[in-house]
């Protein structure tokens, strides 16, 4: 069973940054389109920002200017870097891999914005 494996959540301050990582096999990570979601409390989930086999990137308008999406071919890893983190980014991230009607998700890791 292919496996998505997340990690970098945790507790922020309000206007403190994150790193959150998304680790996938090699053959997800040549081929899938990549990308993170997240979900908050009675909420539905929603894209944050994904990313192409070849880095073509897609972000939310929400988000635009804070988090940014990069793809590490070394460690085949996915990252999403978010800055300036506000109450509301406050979710289970999800890491997610795609291709056509093929779908992986991760586990989630909690991101929580505190101070």
């Known amino acids: 069973q292919e496996e998505l494996v997340e990690s970098g959540g945790g507790v922020v301050q309000p206007g403190g940054s994150l790193r959150l990582s998304c680790a996938a096999p090699?053959?997800?990570?040549?081929?899938?389109?990549m990308g993170w979601y997240r979900q908050a409390p009675g909420k539905e989930r929603e894209l944050v920002a994904q990313?192409?086999?070849?880095?073509?990137?897609k972000s939310d308008d929400s988000v635009e200017g804070r988090f940014a999406i990069s793809r590490d071919n070394t460690n085949r890893t996915v990252n999403l870097e978010i800055n300036d983190l506000k109450p509301d980014d406050a979710a289970v991230y999800y890491c997610?891999?795609?291709?056509?009607?093929?779908?992986?998700w991760g586990q989630g890791t909690q991101v929580t914005v505190s101070s």
């Open positions: 997610n891999a795609r291709l056509f009607s093929l779908v992986v």
């Open positions: 990313i192409s086999p070849l880095g073509r990137v």
């Open positions: 090699e053959n997800i990570f040549k081929a899938y389109v």
